[in-house]
T-cell receptor, first 113, second 113 residues
Framework: SQKIEQNSEALNIQEGKTATLTCNYT??????LQWYRQDPGRGPVFLLL?????KEKRKERLKVTFDTTLKQSLFHITASQPADSATYLC????????????FGAGTRLAVHP | ETGVTQSPTHLIKTRGQQVTLRCSSQ?????VSWYQQALGQGPQFIFQ???????GRGNFPPRFSGLQFPNYSSELNVNALELDDSALYLC????????????FGQGTRLTVV
């Protein structure tokens, strides 16, 4: 069956450390993958997009890797801050005629001072 | 802020009733998608509209229907409400049908009693 999995348990880290979140998928062939941030009671906010032919993407303190052989994406936040505390969602986009995103359940990140 | 606005923000309906949710897209975006997010889950794709035509649909029954208007704003209609329809409904606009990031509104929290 098709699945997209993110760590269901919350990730707790100390301020200043690097947070690493994992997204694994099975039986999908995504054209690209996106990461979103969601705060409680709010809509997701787009962070980064990485295509199937790209290995790594960076934006300021954020880095995403995409391994289509392992069927895995890693999302890193370096020099984490308490303001980074939120739920982070991984979303797959399949090739096709429309922009359907398939989301994981998200991982809650808590950065402690 | 993404420029995507949804109304109302909260709504309580009785089982069997009908509901209409509204979305105003970000300026210049011609594609709108609707998602349902249950508590603790990732958003699930309902359907997408491109230039006033539905061009993609997820696993939702026909009582979930939509419209997109010439100004690219959109409505989601749900008939014969069920208790399981209680969720956060998210609208996302994007420029183009495929391979682009989605800009989400803040969502409408629907409670069916």
């Amino acid at each position: 069956s098709q699945k997209i999995e993110q760590n269901s348990e919350a990730l707790n880290i100390q301020e200043g450390k690097t947070a690493t979140l994992t997204c694994n998928y099975t039986n999908y062939s995504p054209a690209y993958l996106q990461w979103y941030r969601q705060d409680p009671g709010r809509g997701p906010v787009f962070l980064l997009l990485i295509r199937e032919n790209e290995k790594e993407k960076r934006k300021e303190r954020l880095k995403v890797t995409f391994d289509t052989t392992l069927k895995q994406s890693l999302f890193h936040i370096t020099a984490s801050q308490p303001a980074d505390s939120a739920t982070y969602l991984c979303a797959l986009a399949l090739s096709g005629g429309y922009n359907k995103l398939i989301f994981g359940a998200g991982t809650r990140l808590a950065v402690h001072p | 802020e993404t420029g995507v606005t949804q109304s109302p923000t909260h709504l309580i309906k009785t089982r069997g009733q009908q509901v209409t949710l509204r979305c105003s897209s970000q300026s210049g975006h011609n594609t709108v998608s609707w998602y349902q997010q249950a508590l603790g889950q990732g958003p699930q794709f309902i359907f997408q509209y491109y230039r006033e035509e539905e061009n993609g649909r997820g696993n939702f029954p026909p009582r979930f229907s939509g419209l997109q208007f010439p100004n690219y704003s959109s409505e989601l209609n749900v008939n014969a409400l069920e208790l399981d329809d209680s969720a956060l409904y998210l609208c996302a606009s994007s420029l183009g049908q495929v391979n682009t990031e989605a800009f989400f509104g803040q969502g409408t929290r629907l409670t069916v009693v």
